[in-house]
């Protein structure tokens, strides 16, 4: 793969309340890939695939700050972007691809997004953003069982508000969001089902809502913990959308069935995206002569996930909580650190993700581990 980007951006310094910046964008990438396939038996390459797309993107981009008063700053922004993509197979060994197996897209878009921030006081500041966005249409190449397939762009209408606050004369600090997002078009991937495939599609919309606390601080001088969490509803609102099940394993599906066998997944929540997210961390240090001492440990938990579009009772993820543990010694003014550490160490095992089209194929996360590190800043 080669890329090139390039931006080019130009602002104001303004002594007054308005100001403004404004820019060009430029993405040019060339990519080759390829896939082989091999006997599991004797190791003997029985298939290979190469292809090839070119990407070129550019973009327009500008925006206005404008100071009401000293406490309440409002922006607005603008962008126009084009994208182009050209997709072939140049290589299909072994393989009897179905036609097509090259496609070309090309979109233009404009997004924009109002925001504003209410300072309260020194220590609050209140804030709230609208926007849209914008993603450009994708490709997935062609194999034995299908043919080239195209998503087409999609579009995003998404609202945040929220407050963030320092603490305890600023000891601590809190950040506290919600929001809210419609997607149109959605671009999704289908992996599997009744074959080893992966073709694109769109969902005609997808909707997202959600909260988020964040919040760290000193418990003592030489304690500091954080604590963050979230919720997040997402949902597919799709009534004709339907994708293929399981294959040749058999699974429980508990969405609806069409007259054409396929499963109907309007309604169900998206792919690895769990409603609960809570992370946690705490660092205790002992400053030594010549160092610091510390002990850390990280937890993060998640709600249970579903593996694919569809639900089915042996391709749910169950709730997994993981945690770690570093102890260590920093010297030199933190340019040089030894420590021993521990992923994973409740070696809590959960399968992550599955394969539906051969047998109830799983994998799970990271087992236990531990380790000796030292880190060196030059």
Not at 89 to 95: C, K, N
Request: aromatic share 12%.
């Amino acid at each position: 793969v080669t890329q090139y980007s390039q931006e080019f951006r130009v602002e104001s310094k303004n002594a007054g309340p308005l100001n403004w910046q404004s820019g060009l964008y430029f993405f040019d990438e060339d990519a080759n890939g390829f896939t082989d396939n091999f006997n599991s038996d004797t190791g003997a390459l029985t298939s290979h695939v190469a292809s090839h797309q070119k990407n070129k993107a550019w973009a327009a981009f500008g925006s206005v700050n404008y100071a009401v008063n000293e406490d309440f700053m409002l922006r607005g922004g603008l962008r126009y972007t084009k994208d182009k993509k050209d997709f072939n197979t140049v290589e299909a060994d072994r393989v009897k691809q179905i036609s097509p197996t090259s496609a070309d897209v090309s979109k233009g878009k404009v997004n924009w997004d109002l925001s504003g921030t209410y300072k309260y006081n020194k220590d609050v500041n209140f804030y709230g953003r609208i926007a849209t966005g914008f993603r450009a249409p994708s490709i997935a190449p062609a194999g034995d069982k299908v043919p080239v397939t195209i998503a087409d762009a999609e579009t995003i209408l998404s609202y945040e508000a929220g407050i963030k606050a320092d603490l305890f004369n600023r000891r601590a600090r809190v950040a506290f969001s919600i929001y809210d997002y419609e997607i149109k078009n959605q671009q999704l991937t289908v992996v599997g089902g009744s074959s080893n495939v992966n073709r694109l599609i769109n969902a005609a919309k997808t909707s997202g809502r959600g909260v988020e606390l964040d919040l760290e601080g000193f418990v003592t001088p030489s304690l500091k913990m954080s604590l963050g969490g979230s919720y997040n509803f997402t949902q597919i609102n799709d009534a004709g959308l339907a994708v293929s099940k399981c294959g040749f394993a058999s699974c429980t599906i508990l969405d609806p069935i069409n007259a054409a066998g396929n499963v109907v997944i309007n309604g169900n929540p998206l792919p690895q995206a769990p409603k609960w997210i809570v992370t946690a961390t705490g660092r205790y240090s002992i400053p030594l002569e010549n160092g610091e001492l510390f002990l850390f440990t990280d937890w993060a938990y998640r709600s249970k996930i579903n593996f694919f579009l569809y639900e089915a009772a042996e391709y749910t993820g169950k709730s997994l909580l993981e945690g770690g543990l570093r102890v260590g010694y920093i010297w030199d003014a933190g340019k040089y650190e030894v420590a021993a550490f521990g992923r994973n160490i409740t070696d809590t095992r959960r399968i992550t993700g599955a394969i539906d089209f051969s047998n109830r194929t799983g994998f799970i996360n990271e087992p236990r581990q531990f380790g000796v590190q030292f880190k060196g800043n030059f």
